[in-house]
């Protein structure tokens, strides 16, 4: 009998940090900037995303230092996995909070990280470094190809 992988056999709360971390695609459309509808708690994702992306590789060129250097990044716990449904219904964190599998393109399925570029969900390409947008005018900047 083959062994399943650990995502399949333990739940997020019973990973080990290296499996946790493991678990992120690698997509970055947590660091893109979201607005939120006041009246209504609709999240709108925008094209502008935080200066320390590395657009390329998709992850945070100072990750060690993302909540000194960005004190509202937001930090994905299993212990707030019932605040994940902003999150696009194409997270990993996500998809297994609500019992689904990983998607094919993820790197633990597909063994490589090109695959979620392929597949056109990492965030390559596609967005702006906050540092050339006024807060402002994000709002100009809400994009629809993220599904939540």
Not at 64 to 71: E, Q, Y
Request: proline share 4%.
């Amino acid at each position: 009998m083959i062994d399943q992988p650990f995502w399949q056999r333990k739940t997020l709360a019973e990973m080990t940090t290296k499996e946790w971390e493991s678990i992120c695609d690698g997509c970055a459309r947590c660091c893109l900037h979201k607005l939120e509808d006041e009246d209504t708690g609709d999240v709108y994702y925008t094209a502008v995303v935080c200066q320390y992306l590395d657009q390329e590789a998709c992850r945070c060129s100072d990750y060690a230092n993302r909540h000194t250097n960005v004190p509202n990044c937001v930090q994905l716990t299993p212990e707030r996995v019932e605040e994940f449904k902003w999150l696009p219904t194409t997270c990993a964190y996500r998809m297994l909070a609500e019992g689904r599998g990983l998607a094919e393109w993820h790197p633990l399925v597909s063994g490589s990280r090109e695959a979620i570029v392929a597949a056109g969900i990492a965030v390559t390409g596609k967005v702006l470094d906050e540092r050339y947008v006024h807060p402002d005018d994000y709002e100009d900047q809400i994009i629809h190809w993220v599904e939540q």
